[in-house]
């Protein structure tokens, strides 16, 4: 079933009232209860404030799936049966565990906020609905030591751009998207003993988690190509300025060219991303404590502790990087 694209957008659309006949979520309809659509105005309003486009698209997306199959229902009419059609229309188009796990967290995530802001007694029927989250998930496999110094050795022969980029992901295990959204300002210290990237918000490309802000200190192919990043005469503030013409920064035609550049010197089944994979593994292999290794690489840590403080200092972090080169 293909939705038309107008369904949702704008969220002006008259709601639909077809609704007679339906088992209901709770034990009795509630009167004025907000609709689907009405509870995701609400939520985009309260919980999209400062979020990327991206946030509001994905959410829209979710619920706008759930109106074709079901109705622009009020909450309190939707049933078991509207989430496990929900669920086998998504499997049926083919949609990864991940990705189906993805539109039930947005459509769970609005229909909560809306229970929760209008003190709504009713249950919320797309929580716990099974489904298999490892259906056509492709495991992400790391790069070996010996072909990260090949792709290495290439990217210093081809010297351009897009080699300066893999080069630069290769030594540190940033995400490529936070590196192809860099400033050239956000290279700091080159000449000092303590060169590093600072990765941090920019309004053309967000960051994937609050612990993704973060230092990370420039060694080996890293600081070689973040050196000829600054010594480019590009006219642009933009450490790449072919990834960063529009808002947001391109991460997806980034992540396509230089895969497509990338297959013929690794493994198959690795990919750009597989450079965060093998930082993992090379701090782990130089017994890096695991908090330390969260830091360099922008992951969540657990524990409440791990809120407190600042974190490593640079040399500290320079320390293990150069144990793992």
Same mark, same amino acid.
């Given at each position: 079933?293909? =939705?038309?694209?107008?369904?949702?957008?704008?969220?002006?659309?008259?709601?639909? %009232?077809?609704?007679?006949?339906?088992?209901v979520?709770?034990?009795?309809?509630? +009167?004025?209860?907000p609709?689907? @659509?009405d509870? @995701? #105005?609400?939520? /985009? =309003? !309260?919980?999209?404030?400062?979020?990327?486009?991206?946030?509001?698209?994905?959410? #829209?997306? %979710?619920?706008?799936?759930?109106?074709?199959?079901?109705?622009?229902?009020?909450?309190? !009419?939707?049933?078991?049966?509207?989430?496990?059609?929900?669920?086998?229309? @998504?499997?049926?188009?083919?949609?990864? *565990?991940?990705?189906?796990?993805?539109?039930?967290?947005? /459509?769970k995530?609005?229909?909560?906020?809306?229970?929760?802001?209008?003190?709504?007694?009713?249950?919320?029927?797309?929580?716990?609905?099974? $489904?298999?989250?490892?259906?056509?998930?492709?495991?992400?496999?790391?790069?070996?030591?010996?072909?990260?110094?090949?792709?290495?050795?290439?990217?210093?022969?081809?010297?351009?751009?897009?080699?300066?980029l893999?080069?630069?992901?290769?030594?540190?295990?940033?995400?490529?998207?936070?590196?192809?959204? =860099?400033?050239?300002?956000?290279?700091? *210290?080159?000449? +000092?003993?303590?060169?590093?990237?600072?990765? +941090?918000?920019?309004?053309?490309?967000?960051l994937k988690? %609050?612990?993704?802000?973060?230092?990370?200190?420039?060694?080996?192919?890293? /600081?070689?190509?973040?050196?000829?990043?600054?010594?480019?005469?590009?006219?642009?503030?933009f450490?790449?300025?072919?990834?960063?013409?529009?808002?947001?920064?391109?991460?997806?035609?980034?992540?396509?060219a230089?895969?497509?550049?990338?297959?013929?010197?690794?493994?198959?089944?690795?990919?750009? $991303?597989?450079?965060? !994979?093998?930082?993992?593994?090379?701090?782990?292999?130089?017994?890096?404590?695991?908090?330390?290794?969260?830091?360099?690489?922008?992951w969540? +840590?657990?524990?409440?502790?791990?809120?407190?403080?600042?974190?490593?200092?640079? %040399?500290?972090?320079?320390?293990? =990087? #150069?144990?793992?080169?």
């Amino acid at each position: 079933m293909r =939705l038309a694209k107008s369904d949702v957008i704008g969220l002006s659309l008259v709601r639909d %009232s077809s609704s007679s006949g339906q088992e209901v979520a709770s034990n009795q309809p509630q +009167t004025n209860c907000p609709s689907l @659509l009405d509870a @995701l #105005e609400v939520y /985009l =309003l !309260h919980k999209g404030k400062g979020r990327p486009k991206t946030f509001r698209v994905a959410a #829209e997306r %979710s619920c706008n799936y759930l109106i074709g199959l079901s109705g622009n229902k009020p909450l309190s !009419h939707y049933t078991r049966q509207d989430a496990l059609q929900f669920r086998d229309w @998504l499997v049926a188009r083919g949609l990864t *565990g991940s990705s189906i796990t993805r539109n039930f967290s947005y /459509l769970k995530a609005v229909i909560n906020f809306a229970l929760s802001e209008y003190a709504l007694d009713i249950r919320n029927p797309f929580v716990g609905v099974y $489904h298999d989250r490892s259906a056509g998930v492709l495991v992400r496999k790391p790069i070996p030591i010996e072909a990260i110094r090949n792709v290495q050795s290439e990217c210093h022969a081809i010297d351009d751009d897009m080699r300066w980029l893999i080069a630069l992901i290769s030594d540190t295990g940033m995400r490529l998207a936070e590196g192809a959204g =860099l400033l050239k300002e956000d290279l700091v *210290g080159l000449d +000092t003993d303590l060169p590093c990237v600072r990765v +941090t918000k920019h309004p053309w490309r967000n960051l994937k988690t %609050s612990s993704s802000e973060r230092h990370i200190p420039l060694i080996g192919e890293a /600081l070689w190509a973040a050196k000829r990043i600054v010594e480019a005469d590009n006219g642009s503030d933009f450490a790449f300025p072919r990834y960063n013409m529009t808002s947001p920064t391109a991460a997806n035609s980034a992540s396509a060219a230089l895969n497509k550049w990338l297959k013929q010197y690794v493994p198959a089944g690795c990919t750009m $991303h597989s450079f965060r !994979h093998s930082m993992r593994d090379r701090l782990r292999a130089v017994q890096c404590p695991a908090d330390m290794t969260d830091q360099i690489g922008g992951w969540m +840590t657990d524990g409440v502790g791990q809120g407190y403080g600042s974190g490593y200092p640079l %040399s500290v972090l320079r320390e293990w =990087l #150069e144990k793992a080169k």
